[in-house]
């Protein structure tokens, strides 16, 4: 069988500039579940060669309304749906799905920003059973915001202001955050992550750090490919040298290696 056609534990984040964008993967590593951040413009092929179980789009300063704003490619929605993908948008992932969906995003007129307190006004999965009327503190920050819900989309949650902030369709599998579970300013956000992670998602927390070189090697030669070939710019650091050591373990000698004397090495 294609290695391919096996569903991996991974979950994939697709970055959008976040600050917070590599503490979801600690997050989610920290639950022992394997994660992994690429560009959130990289081509279609680059996630479907990672074949993940459940991706999700961080938060980032941009506004769906820019032209030429970041986005995930053309066909994502038809992959994750065929292949029952979970997606999961966070802040600006989340107006994302919502603009990409067929709905509508405009500029809010009570932009969000810091602690916010929450009310979930329908059963969801995403914050555990019966927990309609709970109220919990959350992190905002976002200027834009939801108008219209794609077609089959559904409001969970809202802002004390009365604005969207969470949102589920369970039958496409995609769900959004507007704000930012990760942080320790969101005191029951790692809840909200278990919930999605081992609940909807029914993700296996087997993954250990043992696991990264196994993994990062099937990355790269995911990414490269049978037959390409990669430089590498090697200064004899710490961070080079260890790159250059795992890229040479995963294709061999169709790395070479160019050597740049940065004047910081010891003689």
Known sequence: ????????????????????????????????????????????????????????LSGGPHSVHIPDSPSFPDGFVEWAESNGVFVLGICYGLQLIVQRLGGQVKVGQKQEYGRMEIEVGKPSGLFGSNKVGNKQVVWMSHGDEVAILPAGFQVVARSEHGLVAAIENPSRKFYGLQYHHEVTHTPEGMETLRYFLFDICKVSAGWK???????EIKVINNTVGP????ICALSGGVDSTVAATIVHKAIGDRLPCVFVDNGLLRY
């Open 1 to 56: 069988m294609d290695p391919k056609e096996v569903k991996t534990e991974l979950v994939l984040i697709l970055d959008y500039g976040s600050q917070y964008t590599h503490l979801i993967t600690r997050r989610i590593r920290s639950l022992s579940v394997f994660s992994l951040c690429i560009s959130g413009t990289s081509s279609l092929k680059s996630i479907t060669d990672l074949n993940p179980s459940v991706v999700i």
């Open 209 to 215: 750090m043992e696991n990264v070189l196994d993994e």
């Open 227 to 230: 037959e390409e070939h990669v």
